[in-house]
């Protein structure tokens, strides 16, 4: 079961995210990308959490993450659909 505090920092950190990257829906789309190149084996650019979604939220607070991972992720789909 998760605690409340747990369940309060998540949302804390969703805000937070969601203000730096610009609004939540990009944010969700920044943040599942970002946690899908981790799950396949890219390096946390700050010391690992405890999950995957606690590291990328660190990412996010000390500035790693933004919105122009949405296009380097619609370029690689472009890329790879022509081949």
């Known amino acids: 079961m998760i605690s409340n505090t747990a ?6 950190c969703s805000e937070k995210v969601a203000q730096e990257i610009g609004n939540i829906f990009d944010s969700v789309l920044v943040v599942s990308q970002r946690m899908r190149e981790l799950k ?3 390096e946390p650019m700050v010391s690992a959490g405890t999950t995957l979604l606690d590291t990328v939220y660190r ?3 000390a500035g790693h ?7 380097r992720t619609q ?3 472009k890329n790879e659909a022509r081949t």
């Open 65 to 71: 993450l933004s919105r122009s991972m949405l296009h």
């Open 40 to 42: 396949s084996g890219s």
């Open 7 to 12: 369940n309060t920092r998540t949302v804390l």
């Open 59 to 61: 990412e996010a607070e």
């Open 75 to 77: 370029k690689r789909n």
